[in-house]
Each structure stands twice: as C-alpha cells, then as structure tokens.
C-alpha cells in the first residue's frame, strides 16, 4: 500500500460524520456574568442576581434556526461554577435564584425548545470550576464533575454535543485540578454514545482561534498527537525523526494534516475542525456591545470559511439580562439565514450536461452520500464540465467529497469560458467535507473542475453550482 493510500484509510466515525452534516449551530453563553457584566466569573456571585424575567428559550430557537442552524449548545456551568439547572451536587445554581421562586431550569427549557423546533441540543460544562471547594482536591472533584455530567447527560434528552472548554485555571485555595479526562469521556460515551465531544475531546478539534480566523487547507486527517497537546513529550519519544520529535503540535499551526506533517507520524486520527467564534466582541452579553453586532459581510465570510472551508461552524448569541436575545442580533442571524437560503436556491448542476475524463459524475448531482463520483482506479487528478445550451450566471460552486472515503483532495482550479476560451477563476487546496467557492458575476456556457492532485483517486458525493441570486457576492471571486 502506498503512503497516500495509506493516509486514506482513515475515515470518520459516525458520529462525526452526523455531526459534521450539522454544518452550523449556535453557542448560547448565559449566567451570573450577564448579570455582572464580566467575561469570566470568580465563584462568589450569589445566584440571588440571576433573574431573566422574560427568559424565551423559544425565541432563542427561532431566531438560532431563521439563519439556518441546526443545533444550540449551552454554557449550562461556565468558570464561575453556576449552574443554569437544579443539579443536586451543589446549592449554587437556578433553584437558588429568585427566577422562577427558585423552581426554574434553564437546560430543562432549552432542551424542550430544541426538540420542539426539531434542532439538536448540547451541552457545555467548564470543567474548570471557581466555585466548588473541591476543585483541585484531585477525585473527589472527578467525582462531583462525573455526577453534573450524569445529571446533564441523563434528564434532558438526546446531546449531541459535549463541549469541553480548554481554559483551566485554580480554584479557590489556589490549587489546580488534573482533570479525569478519560473518566469523564466513558461517562459520555455510556450515557450518550452519540454525542461528540468537542475541543478537548476526541471527536471534534478547536480550529485553534477564536476570531472566527480559518485555515485555506483544513484537513480532517491528522497526527494523533493533535488531540493532547499535554501527551507531546510522551509520544514523540516514538518517532524516529529527531527534528520532528522536537516539534511540538498546537492547535493554532497553520498546518496540520499536509502530507509533510504526516509523513513522521506513527499516529493519525479523524478529527474534524470547529471554527467557534461570537456574534458580538464578548462571549456574553454586555450593554456597552448591543451596537457591536458582526456585520452580515463578515459572518458570511466566516460562514463561507468555515462550512464551506472543511470545518464546522458554532457561533454565539449571547442573550441579555431579560433572557432575550437582543434585535440586532436576531436581526442579523435572519439576514444570514436569507443570504444562504437565497445562495443555495437553485443548482443548475441539475440541469446541466455533466461530463468527466473518467467516472459517473451524474452520480454527483444529488446532495446526498447514496452516490458519488470516483475517478478510475489508478488516477489521481480529474476532469469535469458542466455544460448549458443557453449562458447562465453562477453565484457559487460547491464541492464535497465523499468523506467517508476520507478526505484525499490536494488541489484544484475552476475554470470558466468566457469569450470563447476557458480562463481560471478560483484556484483552491483541500475540498474535504465542503468547499464552498463564491464567484461574483460569471455568466458562461460551460464550467471545468480540475481535480489536480489527490491522495488517491479522488471522491465527489455532490457538485453544486450555484444560479447567482444575491446581489451581495463575497471574496474571493473575479468576474466583475
Ligand atoms: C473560552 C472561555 O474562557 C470563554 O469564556 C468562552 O466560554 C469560550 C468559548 O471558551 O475558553
């Protein structure tokens, strides 16, 4: 078996090839800090000032699916410690609030409005805890996190996101907790066998910013290594390559999975990346930033970045005091949710005579994994055009591969004919699970994809090209 070949073997579990067809979903940041106007909690807010009057997880979810999300995770405990339910480990939490007498639960609503919405709901639990006088005593905080974890994963339905948070500081007397990880990870996978656990965890990677900044080659396939950053001394103690032994792997490198990072690795795994990013400057909500709101151009190019660039993409809403999400934002998340119900409107791929230098490319006309496209045995590049008897505009092309047969493409280009002759218009790196390419203003006959290097012979489960509908277009793209 070839080195490539090799490469290629590595291929998603299900659970994160569900989860990466969530494409976008929202973060919902909420507790004692909406209320003190800070980012990070100590522990000592008393839950007496936790009182969203008019707390509508309903609203959340309807403004969360107008931009097309399709699940909503929830700081259910942030650093500060409080709980957004009644967890019967601890008294700092909702039923110790004057909300609702004390007989409210936050992730009990939240959960209902997602069901009832039909969105998937997650959970964020901070292992990091400044309240709790257990933390840093080593297992009995492993203990009392393993029983928040029980009671999240155990009375709320189907999770379909664990998402640990890698801040981790001291807790009250100073000390720091080496957390059970792999404790906790068994808890997760008897309770929710589903559910991905996200940033540290070994289902789904941070992309290692939080600006919403995105690689131009995201690769799913990476070293092992990648997931513990703290394991690094340890592993690389195996491999031969005394340079590369030396390297550390964070998950801010700009390059992770490229043959040359692979090649000195005795340990590569599937780990999807996830671009998190907020909607306003702060993760929660503070007055001073209700006219800070991201613009719709810059969370389109995100959007375009992240789903269509091989991640996943979880954005935050913060709500505010009142438990309500502010009009700006929902505002803003209904504008996205029209620009991309209005991109991906009609495929004229449907319609168009498909032809490719070897393999069915009709079987890449649906937006589906029943089919897909592969080039002969043997090859590695591809050639495919797209053919119309009358011109029409294209607002964006779409590239997925089957990612079940891993992610194997290195390169291509998009050519177009304009007066007569086929010209590049896009040239690009990786596609893996999605490539979204927007174009401004491309009226022609014919498009070519050129698949110009591959791992192995290279994968299409869908091929979309787009009837241009916006009036807005977003880089990168020519034509105009
Ligand atoms: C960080 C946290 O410290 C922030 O408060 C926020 O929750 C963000 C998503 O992760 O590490």
């Known amino acids: 078996m070839t080195y490539d070949e090799q490469l290629t073997k590595i291929v998603p579990h299900v659970r994160q090839f569900c989860f990466q067809q969530l494409e976008f979903y929202a973060f919902i940041h909420f507790t004692v800090n909406t209320f003190t106007d800070r980012e990070w909690g100590d522990g000592t807010e008393s839950p007496l000032i936790f009182d969203p009057e008019s707390l509508d997880t309903e609203q959340w979810v309807k403004a969360v699916k107008s931009a097309g999300m399709r699940g909503l995770i929830l700081t259910c405990k942030h650093h500060d410690g409080f709980c957004l339910w009644p967890s019967k480990l601890t008294d700092h939490t909702v039923a110790a609030s004057p909300w609702k007498n004390g007989n409210g639960d936050v992730v009990k ?12 709901f997650g959970v964020y639990l901070s292992p990091w805890d400044r309240n709790c006088p257990l933390y840093g005593r080593g297992k009995p905080y492993d203990d009392f996190f393993a029983g928040q974890l029980t009671e999240l994963l155990t009375n709320y339905g189907e999770i379909f996101s664990v998402w640990f948070d890698g801040a981790c500081g001291e807790g009250i007397d100073g ?41 131009i080659s995201e690769w799913s396939v990476v070293p092992e290594r990648t997931k513990d950053t703290e394991k690094i001394s340890e592993k690389s103690q195996h491999s031969d390559n005394e340079e590369f032994r030396l390297r550390k792997i964070t998950a801010s490198d700009s390059d992770l999975g ?52 091989n991640s996943t993409f979880l954005l935050n809403i ?139 012979e290279p994968t299409l489960a869908f091929l979309g090209i787009y009837e241009r509908k916006n009036t807005i277009s977003h880089s990168p793209g020519v034509g105009e």
């Open 258 to 309: 490229s043959r040359e990072v692979l090649k000195n690795e005795n340990e590569l795994i599937w780990y999807p990346a996830e671009v998190n990013t907020s909607i306003r400057p702060g993760w929660f909500w503070h007055e001073s930033e209700n006219d800070k709101v991201r613009s719709l151009d810059e969370l389109i190019h995100i959007y375009n970045n992240s789903v269509g660039g």
């Open 109 to 120: 609503e939240a959960a209902e409005a997602c069901k009832k919405h039909g969105i998937k």
């Open 318 to 456: 913060p709500p505010a005091r009142n438990g309500l999400l502010c009009e700006n934002d929902v505002k803003r998340l209904a504008e996205l949710g029209e620009y991309i119900r209005n991109t991906f409107q009609t495929n004229l791929s449907v319609n168009a005579i498909l032809s490719a230098d070897s393999g069915n490319i009709e079987a890449a006309k649906t937006d589906d994994y029943s089919t897909y496209y592969i080039a002969d045995k043997g090859r590695t590049t591809a050639e495919i055009t797209a053919e119309w008897e009358r011109p029409v505009t294209v607002g964006c092309i779409v590239l997925k591969e089957n990612i079940l047969c891993s992610q194997r493409v290195e390169s291509f280009t998009v050519e177009a004919e304009l007066n007569g002759e086929f010209a590049e218009i896009y040239r690009g790196t990786v596609i893996g699970y999605k490539r979204i390419i927007p174009l401004k203003n491309i009226t022609t006959n014919r498009i070519r994809i050129k698949i110009t290097d591959s791992r192995t």
């Open 175 to 215: 000390k720091k907790q080496h957390y059970d990880w792999e404790r906790y990870y068994s808890v997760i996978r008897t309770l929710q066998p589903n559910a991905c656990i996200s940033v540290c965890g070994p289902d789904i990677r941070w992309c290692g910013n939080e600006a919403g900044h995105t690689r």
